[in-house]
């Protein structure tokens, strides 16, 4: 088969690098691609809203199967142009269509979505500008500290959590008045704060039978010990130890299946990657927010982990026959370390020489802001590279990817050295 892979960041080279193992792959291409899917597919320049685009390379390049791994086409609706158009309608795509994006899309439409369905997740309400007092009066009923979510997609920034009342009120208004995050926060939930430890679950579901695929925790924040800005993800770890088969269970019942079924009775034809945001609060599962795809730099670790032929796991929810494939994990953790450029979240230089990455022999380097240039490879983002490694524990290895970071090098390298220390 050929498939082309929608994306460019650690996460699609994750795919690449998955469904490179495939007996059953032909030709391999991502669009656009970075320096590390370069050396295993075919890199396209692409962006991956740019739809007609995607069209003529999908025909000229006869791809039989789409993977998209960003959320803005699968909001922007990249499977409902497939299925409107009869030279790509019997092209699967893994992914949701408009309807099923909106779980994150829209945080209104999410929390009413588990409302409906009997979802646990936090107590909320959502405002606009023309009822700011009533929002006002919410905050009021509300103890500290305050979460302020933007509606709609804010590149992973809409989130505020703050501790003080006068603040939360300012930043509401921020929000909805002054479009803090633009037509994303014109609608803002607010939330009760959830107390407990995070983690995340992925489903990949073909809308009738799902697979649920290994836990993963990751670190958001750019400092050690959860300190500082928060970033797109500075690490993360598969399994979670606190996530038993008890806790697991509980998941299941209590969140997977009525998300499914949910789905199912709104009429909602859901094909892809569920991404579950859970708090996990003295054994209880709550719902922070779904994702429609795979997270990054989750997907770093919890591919590596699967044994089976991820490409069968998508012909199965192309066909809506998952429940027949057989689904394997391997016991071992997976830990990943993302190293970023100086400066970042905020400012950072781009196009600095990468060096010693083809030295790391321990480690799966993952690359994410990387392209080359000259015949170099250069850092092109704030995150620049994921480097996984496989142990027996965590501890493990953590030892191994730090092993393999002292080989890699580029100017102002950033990264976090106590990944998992809540864990350990």
């Not at 939930?189 to 579901?205: A, D, Y």
């Not at 083809?358 to 995150?383: L, M, W, Y």
Request: charged content about 25%; proline content about 4%; overall charge negative.
């Amino acid at each position: 088969m050929n498939i082309l892979i929608l994306g460019s960041g650690g996460r699609e080279h994750a795919f690449a690098l998955k469904l490179s193992e495939s007996k059953k792959i032909n030709q391999l291409f991502v669009a656009p691609g970075n320096a590390g899917t370069d050396k295993i597919a075919t890199n396209l320049n692409i962006g991956v809203s740019d739809f007609e685009a995607i069209k003529t390379a999908v025909l000229e390049n006869n791809v039989e199967m789409v993977v998209v791994g960003p959320e803005v086409p699968l909001v922007e609706g990249v499977h409902d142009f497939f299925l409107a158009d009869a030279d790509l309608k019997n092209i699967p795509i893994i992914g949701p269509k408009k309807d099923g994006a909106l779980l994150e899309g829209s945080k209104d439409f999410s929390k009413q979505f588990m409302q409906k369905h009997g979802v646990p997740t936090a107590k909320y309400q959502s405002f606009t500008k023309s009822n700011l007092e009533e929002g006002f009066a919410f905050l009021d009923t509300l103890q500290p500290p305050f979460v302020l979510k933007a509606d709609g997609l804010a590149a992973g920034k809409g989130v505020l959590i703050l501790n003080s009342l006068e603040e939360a009120k300012t930043e509401l208004e921020n929000m909805v008045s002054n479009q803090k995050f633009g037509e994303a926060s014109t609608t803002v939930v607010i939330e009760e704060f959830l107390k407990g430890i995070e983690l995340s679950v992925f489903v990949l579901t073909d809308g009738k039978s799902y697979k649920i695929l290994p836990s993963a925790k990751d670190y958001k924040r750019i400092g050690e010990g959860d300190t500082g800005l928060n970033t797109g993800g500075m690490g993360a770890i598969s399994p979670v130890p606190f996530a038993d088969e008890a806790f697991l269970n509980k998941v299941e019942e209590l969140v997977v299946k009525p998300t499914i079924n949910g789905l199912q009775k709104d009429g909602i034809d859901y094909r892809g990657f569920i991404f579950i945001g859970l708090m996990n609060d003295n054994g209880n599962p709550s719902v922070v927010e779904y994702n429609v795809r795979m997270g990054d730099p989750e997907t770093e670790v919890v591919l590596p982990r699967i044994e089976s032929d991820l490409l069968e796991l998508f012909e199965g929810v192309a066909h809506q026959n998952l429940n027949e494939k057989s689904f394997s994990v391997t016991s071992k953790t997976a830990t990943t370390v993302m190293l970023v450029s100086g400066g970042y979240p905020e400012a950072y230089e781009k196009n600095k020489e990468i060096t010693g990455f083809e030295n790391v022999k321990d480690s799966i380097t993952f690359h994410a802001g990387t392209t080359i240039k000259n015949g170099k490879v250069v850092t092109s983002g704030g995150r620049v590279m994921a480097v996984t490694s496989f142990g027996d524990t965590i501890e493990q290895a953590l030892e191994k990817s730090y092993q393999s970071i002292d080989k890699i090098n580029f100017d102002k390298m950033n990264y976090r050295k106590d990944i998992g220390f809540d864990l350990v």
